[in-house]
């Protein structure tokens, strides 16, 4: 159970909280009390695989992974933005694989012109309190501004994985806002299995996480966050 990813161990989570939910429509005594007692089986199921995610082998300290162009002066720059409970260094990267994708990036001559990679890093914990997705967005933007990528390169482009393409949404709506001349600098940005819709497994681990990234992602019918989101990112396209 140590190696399941949170993906995974939500599954698995929201899977006991169907059975516990059949088991609840199919007893007709003591309603009240086996009501409580699914959900204190499903809050506890959900813990102990959440916890697990957090024991899962992971580099102790999630920091920037920062790869120069090996073919020259780069004017374009990839950044890739992790999804909730990722890591820089090791979410773009196949296990026991040498290389990760940012790296294969910046060395492949078929590119067709000079590239410098980028993979930054937020604080993601399954139980812990972290920051939610308007506060790492506002973050990122500052931090990309101190690395210079905006006074450096004429091009940049985004792949983001999960949650990181809310982020990376969010920090582009504020850039269009506050600055439009860095903002058309911004070429493109790939949303690989970016919940814009929410997720069903984001909103069953709210219910015994701290982590408010988790609330942010819960299904847009009932998230005022996601709804504005979209109507703001419709407007920009």
């Known amino acids: 159970i140590s190696h399941l990813t949170f993906e995974n161990a939500a599954m698995l989570a929201l899977h006991a ?38 024991r899962t082998p992971a580099p102790s300290i999630n920091k920037d992974i920062v790869i120069p162009s090996v073919h020259g002066d780069a004017k374009t720059v990839i950044i890739f933005v992790h999804g909730i409970l ?11 694989s040498q ?9 492949d001559p078929a590119v067709g012109a000079p590239v410098d990679v980028i993979s930054v890093a937020y604080q993601s914990d399954p139980l812990k309190r972290s920051s939610n997705i308007n506060e790492i967005a506002t973050r990122l933007q500052f ?12 091009k940049i ?23 439009p ?16 819709g929410g997720s069903d497994h984001a909103a069953l681990a709210a219910w015994v996480s701290s982590n408010p990234q988790f609330d942010n992602m819960a299904p847009e019918d009932v998230n005022v966050f996601l709804q504005s989101e979209e109507d703001d990112w419709g407007s920009e396209l």
Request: hydrophobic residues 45%.
């Open 86 to 96: 990722g890591n820089a260094a090791t979410s773009f990267t196949a296990d026991n």
């Open 17 to 54: 909280a169907r059975v516990s939910k059949r088991w609840h429509n199919l007893t007709v005594f003591g309603e009240d009390v086996i009501d409580q007692l699914s959900r204190i089986s499903c809050y506890g199921v959900l813990l102990i695989l959440l916890a697990s995610c957090s």
């Open 181 to 196: 001349g860095l903002y058309a600098k911004v070429a493109g940005i790939f949303f690989l299995a970016t919940p814009a």
């Open 157 to 179: 482009i985004f792949i983001t994985h999960s949650m990181g393409g809310l982020v990376t949404r969010r920090m582009l709506l504020q850039l269009s806002r506050d600055d």
């Open 143 to 154: 931090h990309l501004k101190s690395l210079g990528v905006f006074e450096r390169f004429t």
């Open 99 to 107: 290389q990760g994708w940012p790296q294969m990036l910046a060395a």
